[in-house]
């Protein structure tokens, strides 16, 4: 049987990952609203793909 202590390791684990792509939908914002990169092409998409494998690989939250 799971011991509660590894559930509480996973709950922590889906909040950083949750604060993580918050801040990251923060910063793709900044960027769909900058003007400087309004004429790229797929813009949504590309940041979106970006987001999600950042997200993959980092997995403190450290930017390693």
Excluded at 23 to 42: A, S, T
Aim: charged content about 40%; proline content about 3%.
């Amino acid at each position: 049987m799971p011991s509660n202590r590894a559930a509480q390791g996973g709950k922590a684990f889906g909040q950083l990952k949750a604060q993580q792509r918050e801040k990251l939908d923060q910063i793709n914002k900044e960027y769909m609203e900058d003007q400087k990169y309004r004429d790229e092409e797929d813009l949504p998409e590309k940041l979106e793909g970006f987001k999600n494998k950042y997200a993959e690989f980092d997995l403190n939250d450290q930017g390693d």
